[in-house]
Structure formats: C-alpha cells, structure tokens
C-alpha cells in the first residue's frame, strides 16, 4: 500500500497545476511522489517586488506530510523573497534519451518531471529543523548514521542556516516516453 493512500488529498487539479498535454499528464499520485523521491536537485520559484527568482538546491520529500524541505543560507534572496511572499512553485525533471525525427520539428526527448504549487516558510520550530536537515542528510547520505558517522546537528548548527519547508497544495507531473 503506498504511502500516499492513507494522506488527506491533495487540493483538486486547478489552473497552477493544469497540465496542457493530457496525453503527457501523469495521473498517479504515486508515480508524482516517486520522481520527487527521486530527483536529486530542485528549482524553487520565488518573487518578490515583481521579480522572479529561481533557485536551485537540494531538498526532501516528506511524503507522509505532503512537504519539501531544502536549506540556504541564514539570509539572502531565497529568505527574504519567501518572507516577502510565501507563494511559491517547485520543479524537478529528468532527461531520457534523445528522440531524433526526419522533420526538424518533430526532434524530441523522453522526460518526466513535476511542478508542485503551495506556501513556503522558514522552520522555526528547531525538532521540526533538524527533521528536515536529517531527511536531506538520509536522502543524499543514507548509508551514514548521525552519533555514529558524523556528529548529531547542534542548535549552533541551526543557527547558521535556513531550513525551509513548502506545503504542498497542488501539483501535477508530465512525461513523454518514445512510444507517446
């Protein structure tokens, strides 16, 4: 039984998440949460004042929760955007093989990705902190144990950097195999 079948749903498809090619559309939550499982690095969209910013990084899916965490510096663009506007958009995407075609136009490529719609804020909370940090440390890490292979993350730690996380309102994946 997957993870995602006993969660409170996801809100209903809307405009944020509407994907144009429904024969591209992934349909399955689960196939969703698996490349967010997957992908190692994502793309935070932020705005503030008007300007967009895309950051890159790397980040958790908490499935249970519905929620990415990722971490940055104590202060900067990332910070100060969300703090400014919490709205934000998340994207991940892998490459496959490259498709190529007799007309020009047609030259393709295999791709999955996800793009995930919600709020962001920063952690304050310093369990929940240190929760997310171990979700990245286990992801990217997980044959290294914390007070056996590297020493337990410290309020000093916390201190020193932002961790954030997005709550999950909507989202919505694509992909385009060679047989679509």
Not at 96 to 108: N, Q, R, T, W
Not at 120 to 129: G, K, P, S
Request: proline share 4%; with cysteine.
């Amino acid at each position: 039984m997957s993870k995602l079948e006993n969660r409170e749903p996801l809100q209903p498809e809307d405009d944020r998440s509407r994907v144009r090619r429904n024969d591209r559309a992934i349909h399955a939550d689960a196939r969703i949460a698996e490349l967010l499982r997957l992908a190692q690095v994502g793309f935070i969209a932020t705005s503030h004042a008007d300007q967009p910013y895309l950051n890159s990084n790397l980040f958790w899916f908490d499935e249970k929760n519905q929620r990415i965490y990722f971490h940055t510096a104590s202060s900067g663009r990332t910070r100060s955007n969300i703090e400014a506007n919490p709205l934000v958009c998340f994207g991940i995407a892998e490459m496959g093989d490259l498709i190529p075609a007799k007309v020009a136009l047609e030259f393709s490529v295999e791709y999955a990705g996800v793009i995930a719609f919600g709020q962001a804020r920063v952690v304050t909370d310093a369990t929940e902190a240190a929760r997310g940090l171990y979700g990245l440390l286990n992801k990217y890490f997980p044959e290294l144990q914390p007070g056996e292979d590297y020493d337990e993350i410290t309020m000093d730690e916390l201190s020193r950097t932002s961790v954030f996380v997005i709550e999950i309102e909507t989202w919505s994946g694509k992909q385009k195999s060679k047989s679509t």
